[in-house]
């Protein structure tokens, strides 16, 4: 969804230059619309939203591994776009923006069931594998 409606978007303010400074652009309002329906469904199951990006959605409910793929079933079938879920996380850990030019706080590290460390937006040691 993001990189169809980012390149859209630019399509066609390349095009239409006057388009460019008129508010939230196009993509932005969809892609903000179809998270605020994907949260609503989640909150709905009882999923507590823990942190939203224009692509990630992630969410948190006590027990609730088995009822990820009906969730994401259901955002899908609402919203009409392919969704996968990436990852299930033992915890994940999102920093607080450190610089006001910063857009989104969109550094975090995560460690799956499976033991493996993702890192985004962050520099560090080639670790790969945290056993916790």
């Known amino acids: 969804m993001k990189w169809l409606l980012v390149c859209c978007f630019g399509y066609t303010v390349t095009r239409t230059p006057d388009l460019e400074n008129r508010g939230p652009r196009s993509h932005q309002c969809v892609a903000r619309e179809t998270l605020l329906v994907a949260k609503e469904i989640a909150e709905n199951d009882g999923f507590q939203l823990i942190h939203a990006l224009v692509d990630s959605l992630y969410v948190w409910k006590e027990g609730a591994k088995g009822r990820l793929e009906r969730l994401a079933t259901e955002i899908e079938t609402r919203t009409r776009l392919p969704l996968a879920i990436e990852s299930v996380y033992r915890y994940v850990v999102f920093l607080p923006r450190a610089y006001a030019d910063v ?19 962050l520099e560090c040691a080639a670790m790969t594998r945290l056993h916790c």
């Open 103 to 121: 857009p989104v706080p969109n550094r975090f590290f995560a460690v799956g069931e499976d033991g493996e460390l993702k890192v985004r937006g």
